[in-house]
């Protein structure tokens, strides 16, 4: 495990996070978001200890904890007795979509940085080609939403285990997805951008 003296701090509001929100999910008895706390302590351990190798930017870091205490917000703070996930931010659509609530936010968030995670994975892979953004645009934003399947299939799986969850049917999934796609795609344009010579 390797952390440089910058990313400690990084580290620290992780670990202050989860065992503010742990002990929040715990005394509702909120089994469903004590899973997904258990798969943030999974990826933290997996970047923690990749880090050395991958020499993750602290901007991306940062990123990685902003959305994990959006998550983690989102299913442990209410407002006027509705979940922080629920809630409208602005009405674009109404019923049955409902677009655009926090839940949808934090897709975006979250998966514009998933995007940039995987580009640094890639990037020791990369030549310097400014021909190959085409090709490299589509790998990345096809393994955002990879990564949103994942998360997806996470969600499913909570549902299944813990059936009194508020994940949503079929629309948040769908939405959720559109969410991952417009966070891939502006991560994808952020980093041509960034990258460009």
Partial sequence: MYLKKEQIPIVAVNIIALIIFSIIFLNRKNYEFMIYIGVIVFFLLLIISTNKKINYPNGVLWGLTLWSVLHMSGGGIFIQGQKLYQLMIFPIVGDPYNIFKF???????????????????????????????????????????????????????????????????????????????????????????????
Avoid at 109 to 118: A, L, M, N, S
Wanted: hydrophobic share 50%; no cysteine; charged share 15%.
């Fill in 103 to 197: 839940d949808q936010f934090v897709h975006i968030v979250g998966f514009w940085v998933t995007t940039i995670v995987f580009y640094h994975l890639l990037k020791p892979l990369l030549k310097k080609d400014n021909k190959k953004w085409i090709a490299l645009s589509i790998v990345l934003v096809m393994a955002g939403l990879g990564a949103g399947a994942l998360n997806e299939i996470i969600e499913f799986t909570a549902t299944v285990l813990v059936p009194e969850t508020g994940v949503g049917g079929y629309e948040n999934t769908s939405l959720d997805m559109v969410s991952n796609l417009i966070g891939a795609i502006g991560a994808m344009i952020y980093i041509r951008i960034k990258e460009k010579p």
